[in-house]
C-alpha cells in the first residue's frame, strides 16, 4: 500500500520589493521608521539610543528636529514654508540660519543661503563654525575652544582677587 502525500495549498503573500520599502532620507535605513512632524519624510524612530546631555547626533529624528529649518519652523507653530519664513530667518544670526538651513540633517536645502561674515575668535583670531564648533560666547565676543579656556581662567583669577580675604 502506498501513501500518498495530500498536498497543502499554501498562500503566499507578495514581498514589497527592497526599492519599494522606505528608507530614512538621512541614513538610509529601511527599518523602525516613521514620518517627521514637520515635513512628513520617512526617517529613523531612534531617539531613544540619544543619552541626555551627551551632545550625541547619533539620533537621525532628533537631529532633523533639533538642528535644521524645517524641524524648528515646525515646532515653532510658524505659518507658511520654512524657507519663506520671516520668522525663522529673524530667529538666528546670519551663519547658523545658514548652517541650520544646509547641513547634512536636512532632507532639502536652503535654496539661495545669505551670504555672511565668518565669525572669528575674539582672542586669536581663527575662524569658529558656530554650527559645528566648540566656543563660548558672551555678549558679541566668541572665543574659540582653546582661548575659551583661557579666557575663563582669567575670569576666574578676576573673581579671585575681588573676594576679601577670609580668616
Not at 24 to 35: D, F, M, S, T, W
Request: proline share 4%; charged share 30%.
Amino acid at each position: 500500500m502506498t501513501k500518498t502525500k495530500s498536498k497543502i495549498d499554501v498562500i503566499t503573500f507578495p514581498k514589497k520589493k527592497l526599492s519599494e520599502q522606505p528608507r530614512c532620507g538621512l541614513c538610509g535605513k529601511r527599518v523602525n521608521l516613521i514620518q517627521t512632524d514637520c515635513c512628513g519624510n520617512w526617517i529613523c524612530n531612534d531617539e531613544h539610543k540619544y543619552i541626555t546631555f551627551s551632545y550625541a547626533r547619533n539620533s537621525c529624528i532628533r537631529n532633523h528636529r533639533r538642528f535644521t529649518l524645517c524641524g524648528y519652523h515646525n515646532a515653532e507653530g510658524h505659518k507658511s514654508n520654512w524657507k519663506d519664513c520671516t520668522e525663522c530667518r529673524q530667529s538666528f544670526e546670519t551663519e547658523m540660519y545658514v548652517w541650520y538651513g544646509t547641513n547634512e540633517y536636512n532632507f532639502e536645502m536652503l535654496e539661495n543661503p545669505p551670504a555672511y561674515e565668518p565669525t572669528k575668535c575674539s582672542r586669536c583670531g581663527i575662524t569658529i563654525k558656530l554650527g559645528t564648533d566648540v566656543y563660548s560666547q558672551l555678549g558679541n565676543q566668541y572665543w574659540c575652544e582653546e582661548c575659551s579656556a583661557l579666557e575663563m581662567k582669567k575670569k576666574i583669577q578676576e573673581h579671585k582677587k575681588k573676594q576679601p580675604i577670609k580668616m
